[in-house]
C-alpha cells in the first residue's frame, strides 16, 4: 500500500496546492496528512524518530502546499 500511495503521490504532485481552491487544498492537505501516518506507522518502533519524522513531514509538505 506504501508503494501505491507513493506513486499517486508522484503523479499528481503538481495538481494540489493551496492555490488552486479550496477542494484541491483540502485535498492536497489530506495527502500530507496521510503521508505523515503512513511515516509515522513505518517507524513505530521508534517513538521519538517517528515523531520527529511525521512532524517534518507535516511541516515540509504544507509548507510547499502553501508556497506551490
Not at 503523479?11 to 511515516?39: C, D, K, M, P, W
Amino acid at each position: 500500500m506504501r508503494i501505491a500511495w507513493l506513486s499517486w503521490l508522484f503523479r499528481h504532485f503538481n495538481e494540489y496546492g493551496y492555490s488552486q481552491g479550496l477542494l484541491r487544498a483540502a485535498i492536497g492537505t489530506l495527502a500530507v496528512l496521510v503521508t505523515a501516518a503512513l511515516v509515522w506507522f513505518a517507524l513505530h518502533r521508534n517513538r521519538p524518530a517517528a515523531v520527529i519524522a511525521a512532524g517534518l513531514t507535516s511541516a515540509l509538505g504544507i509548507g510547499w502546499l502553501a508556497f506551490h
